[in-house]
């Protein structure tokens, strides 16, 4: 393990009656009859005070080893890709991967491929046995050939799971409107043991019905942010970025009822991204609720993410910012591989003071090796309230050296790293990945200077 260079963003619980309220994390304070953004505005800055009952948790015994969930075998070809998790109210963790029989190729390059998952009872010690969760038939066409690159979420309150993933046998680059790539939807009400299926494609396309170029799409695979603020009906607002053709680069969806319907963040003309970069995102909210986008480019040159923030106050999305400084941004040699994004509430242990750390996930290079976590400090709004901030700041920390790829992660109710990630490990070919899990804790990626504060 080796320290690098970058810092963070997310929200502390304000306990007391805020927390409380059933409307929401800080619940309806201006009384407008909504749990929105002004809410959040009102009182985000008691955010960045404390005291003793806000102390971190002793996390120094939180890290493990890296475990296999997922082991691909070379002979036969039997192959693991791309990583997501979830964690269950109760505490289980639901990992989950694509199952690619014969090759490591992509819906339109393979065939009969599935979506598959594990569940962990023990905090990530030991995994059950696998459950199909998107179960593909190579023998027949359309939507039910074949199914990957999952994103995934689980309700903090109700516990319900939500899967969206590319189906069918049409692969992304040759996608149009006629015959395009497929999207599918899969929920779990019972903890990721049994799920139901839609396919949903028109849904998707028809959001952009009045934008013909976005003529092939699919959900970036990993994590689904769920908001900490608004709350429409029953369920906290979702948002997930989606890959679009080349021209039109990444776009983010939003939804309300937990993914029966979508929205485009911005309207459906909306291009956070510039031709010809964009391409897999992840997203994140900000501490003020407004909405963070990072993304990798298809450009390999630029060698570092492209950051975009979507405003609530104005109802846009910013001017794109490249961070691609080898010494102080989230900085991938010759690489393009798609990470993860997320925002906790930390301690800063120099002196004590509470604020939110940005963790980004990628693998270093040069190419696809040495999986890495930047992470950067958000002391206070003026840290994250222009893309352009998330172009410098970083710090790094590198989990492997091996060849190594997509990887994800979320924040654990102990206030530990959840971390998931495709690696070569034990495997001669550079590019047959295994899956492998550990639990991290902020004081192990930052090197003491910063500690979980739940």
Known sequence: MKICLQSSVLLLAVSLSLAANAQG????????????????NEVVNVIFGTDDSMLPPDDSEADTIPVTIYDTTLSPRHYYRIPAIVQLPAGNLLAIADDRHNSDYDIG????LDVVGRISGDRGKTWGETIMIANGNARREGFVNSHGDAAAVADRQTGRVLVMCASGSQGFLNS????P???GRYISDDGGLTWSEADVTSEIYGIFADCPEVNSLFFSSGRICQSRYIK??????????????????????????????????????ARPTVEPWGDESKIEELPDG????????????TSGRLFNIYNYDTASWGDMAVSNDPESGTYSEDCSCNGELLIVPVLRMSDGRSMHLALQSVPRGKGRQRVSIYYKPLV???????PSDFSMGWTCYQVTDNYSAYSTMI??????????????????????????FQKLSIKTITGGRYAPLK
Do not use: M
């Open 176 to 179: 149009t409107l006629a015959n």
């Open 181 to 183: 790539i497929r999207v």
């Open 290 to 301: 407004n909405i963070l986008l990072s993304c990798r480019s298809k450009v390999t040159g």
């Open 380 to 386: 206070d709004s003026s840290d994250y309230d222009e």
């Open 232 to 269: 429409r009906g029953d369920y906290y607002r979702i948002y997930s970025a989606i890959d679009a053709p080349n021209g039109v680069g990444c776009l983010v969806l939003y939804s309300d009822d937990f993914g029966l319907s979508w929205h485009a963040l911005g309207g459906p003309a």
């Open 411 to 436: 924040a654990l109710q102990d206030g530990a790293i959840a971390f998931f990630h495709e690696d070569c490990n034990d495997n001669q070919s550079t590019t047959a990945y295994d899956l492998l």
């Open 109 to 112: 390059g393979n065939r009969g």
């Open 25 to 40: 994390l800080y619940g309806d304070v201006n009384g407008d009859g909504e749990v929105n953004i002004v809410d959040v």
